[in-house]
C-alpha cells in the first residue's frame, strides 16, 4: 500500500467580478457545456451554478 502525503497550502484564488461575469456569459452560450468550461478554469462545476444563481438574483433584485 502506497500513501502520498501533499505538501503546501493551497490558497484560494480570488475572482473579480468581471471575471466571473465573463466565465457566466460562456456557460451561457448555445451549445456550452459548463463542466468543460469550469475544468478549462480550473474551477469546480458547482462554483460555476453558485455563480449563475447569485447573478441570477442580484439581477431580479435590482430589476
Not at 3 to 9: A, D, H, I, S, W
Not at 30 to 49: K, M, N
Request: hydrophobic share 45%; charged share 35%.
Amino acid at each position: 500500500m502506497r500513501v502520498e502525503v501533499l505538501g503546501g497550502v493551497e490558497r484560494r484564488r480570488r475572482w473579480s467580478r468581471d471575471d466571473k461575469m465573463r466565465i457566466i456569459e460562456e456557460t451561457l452560450a448555445p451549445g456550452a457545456v459548463v463542466t468543460e468550461i469550469a475544468r478549462r478554469h480550473g474551477i469546480s462545476t458547482s462554483l460555476v451554478f453558485t455563480w449563475r444563481r447569485r447573478a441570477r438574483l442580484a439581477s431580479v433584485v435590482s430589476a
